[in-house]
T-cell receptor, first 117, second 113 residues
Framework: DQQVKQNSPSLSVQEGRISILNCDYT??????FLWYKKYPAEGPTFLIS?????DKNEDGRFTVFLNKSAKHLSLHIVPSQPGDSAVYFC????????????????FGKGTKLTVNP | DSGVTQTPKHLITATGQRVTLRCSPR?????VYWYQQSLDQGLQFLIQ???????AKGNILERFSAQQFPDLHSELNLSSLELGDSALYFC????????????FGSGTRLTVV
């Protein structure tokens, strides 16, 4: 059962325009959400995150919006640049377990973004 | 360089064989996670170790096993390999998933022929 879903396998936008990547989740226990970017032959790299107590987090050209009632989050990239072309993964985690340690991240299948010059 | 080191980068082996993938976490990180990425699939969580102990288990086959050593490096052992085990295997480490989440290694590409 896919708890984190990215329903668009791919997205193509023009340089300078906005890219909107979407992600839905089913587990209401998730309280932290992250976006990762992955280039070919590299591991995913952290991009931006948001806690469930917020509905928006911004970092430069990247903004993540969280709609808890809809169990939906989105990543906006404005303006899009050719270097943003990569696979973007949405990930979610539950509250940290007892006795310290970290909770596993549940990832979506990714959306391949292509930004055309 | 992310600080998480995975070796080898590429591995080609025959069905039925056994391989070991190695991961050295970022300095100071106590948690190590293993993920599998097959074609057209997202990152599937396999297993987590925290300070030497198994912390969480995901969709890891019985033919697969892992451990984390006292120096915190981890090994993922894959045995009786099948063609379907061909995938990218990522290791990640973290102190706390909140904040910046994980730091991933560059992965090991396993090809079973």
């Amino acid at each position: 059962d896919q708890q984190v879903k990215q329903n668009s396998p791919s997205l193509s936008v023009q340089e300078g325009r906005i890219s909107i990547l979407n992600c839905d989740y089913t587990n209401s226990m998730f309280d932290y959400f992250l976006w990762y970017k992955k280039y070919p032959a590299e591991g995913p790299t952290f991009l931006i995150s948001i806690s469930s107590i917020k509905d928006k987090n911004e970092d430069g050209r990247f903004t993540v919006f969280l709609n808890k009632s809809a169990k939906h989050l989105s990543l906006h990239i404005v303006p899009s640049q050719p270097g943003d072309s990569a696979v973007y993964f949405c990930a979610a985690s539950r509250a940290r377990g007892s006795q310290g340690g970290s909770e596993k991240l549940v990832f979506g299948k990714g959306t391949k973004l292509t930004v055309n010059p | 360089d992310s600080g998480v080191t995975q070796t080898p980068k590429h591995l080609i082996t025959a069905t039925g064989q056994r391989v070991t993938l190695r991961c050295s976490p970022r300095s100071g990180d106590l948690s190590v996670y293993w993920y599998q990425q097959s074609l057209d699939q997202g990152l599937q969580f396999l297993i987590q170790y925290y300070n030497g102990e198994e912390r969480a288990k995901g969709n890891i086959l019985e033919r697969f096993s892992a451990q984390q050593f006292p120096d915190l490096h981890s090994e993922l052992n894959l045995s009786s390999l099948e063609l379907g085990d061909s995938a990218l295997y990522f290791c990640a480490s973290s102190v706390d998933v909140k904040g910046y989440g994980y730091t991933f290694g560059s992965g090991t590409r396993l090809t079973v022929v």
